[in-house]
């Protein structure tokens, strides 16, 4: 286990409303990452975070910002969440932290009903 | 640009039987390679990973998985399944160790 957490669960929400996911890791890993989840696609990379504050975008950025203000946490934040937002999210983390890791831990996930 | 590629989106197969998954990967430097499974409704969890080493890794629920450099291959088996093992199966290649790329996913269906 390596303990990372997302809340919340589920979510339904509104067109146009504003929306926060959060992730939570315990270990202290350099690395963080927000993919969704669709049928036909696998699993596609949102943004990511190399460390305090150092975040990029990933293939599926629109629509979608990231913040991380401490190693533990990393936000993803649908700035107007639109029904093409419907999906399952991952947070993920790997790299340096109380030991190394070369792959990728995920959390539990997220699913988002944008109605 | 890496990337997965996994041949087969459906794969089903009766219990007890042997099962492979295909998935092919290009890159033209070392990667490390990493199957997961995804169990309904939940996360994805690590079942095998290559790093260096010996080209036959063995991972979890009696899952191995062979590296082969000149096919740029990393192929999964089982020699007997079970129900349980019926999930959502995703190759995964990384070159840096900080960035990930997935094949779009296998779905084994064990048949009773």
Same mark, same amino acid.
């Given at each position: 286990?390596?303990?990372?957490?997302?809340?919340?669960?589920?979510?339904?929400? !509104?067109?146009?409303?504003?929306?926060?996911?959060?992730? =939570?890791?315990? !270990?202290? =890993?350099?690395?963080?990452?927000?993919?969704?989840?669709? &049928?036909? =696609?696998?699993?596609?990379?949102? =943004?990511? *975070?190399?460390?305090?504050?150092?975040?990029?975008?990933? !293939?599926?950025?629109?629509?979608?910002?990231?913040?991380?203000?401490?190693? !533990?946490?990393?936000?993803?934040?649908?700035? *107007?969440?639109?029904?093409?937002?419907?999906?399952?999210?991952?947070?993920?983390?790997?790299?340096?932290?109380?030991?190394?890791?070369?792959?990728?831990?995920?959390? &539990?996930?997220?699913?988002?009903?944008?109605? | 640009?890496?990337?997965?590629?996994?041949?087969?989106?459906?794969?089903?197969?009766?219990?007890?039987?042997?099962?492979?998954?295909?998935?092919?990967?290009?890159?033209? /430097? @070392?990667?490390?390679?990493?199957?997961?499974?995804?169990?309904?409704?939940? #996360?994805?969890?690590?079942?095998?990973?290559?790093?260096?080493?010996?080209?036959?890794?063995?991972?979890?629920? #009696?899952?191995?998985?062979?590296?082969?450099?000149?096919?740029?291959?990393?192929?999964?088996?089982?020699?007997?399944?079970?129900? @349980?093992?019926?999930?959502?199966?995703?190759?995964?290649?990384?070159?840096?160790?900080?960035?990930?790329?997935? #094949?779009?996913?296998? @779905?084994?269906? /064990?048949?009773?």
């Amino acid at each position: 286990d390596a303990g990372i957490t997302q809340s919340p669960r589920h979510k339904v929400t !509104e067109t146009g409303t504003p929306v926060t996911l959060r992730c =939570h890791q315990t !270990e202290n =890993h350099r690395y963080m990452y927000w993919y969704r989840q669709d &049928p036909g =696609h696998g699993l596609r990379l949102i =943004h990511y *975070s190399y460390g305090v504050k150092d975040t990029d975008k990933g !293939e599926v950025s629109d629509g979608y910002s990231v913040s991380r203000s401490k190693t !533990e946490d990393f936000l993803l934040t649908l700035e *107007s969440a639109t029904s093409s937002q419907t999906s399952v999210y991952f947070c993920a983390i790997s790299g340096q932290g109380l030991t190394f890791s070369y792959e990728q831990y995920f959390g &539990p996930g997220t699913r988002l009903t944008v109605t | 640009a890496q990337s997965v590629t996994q041949l087969d989106s459906q794969v089903p197969v009766f219990e007890e039987a042997p099962v492979e998954l295909r998935c092919n990967y290009s890159s033209s /430097v @070392s990667v490390y390679l990493f199957w997961y499974v995804q169990y309904p409704n939940q #996360g994805l969890q690590l079942l095998l990973k290559y790093l260096s080493g010996s080209t036959l890794v063995k991972g979890i629920n #009696g899952f191995e998985a062979e590296f082969n450099k000149s096919q740029t291959s990393f192929h999964l088996r089982k020699p007997s399944v079970h129900i @349980s093992d019926t999930a959502e199966y995703f190759c995964a290649a990384s070159n840096t160790g900080n960035q990930f790329y997935f #094949g779009t996913g296998t @779905s084994l269906t /064990v048949i009773p």
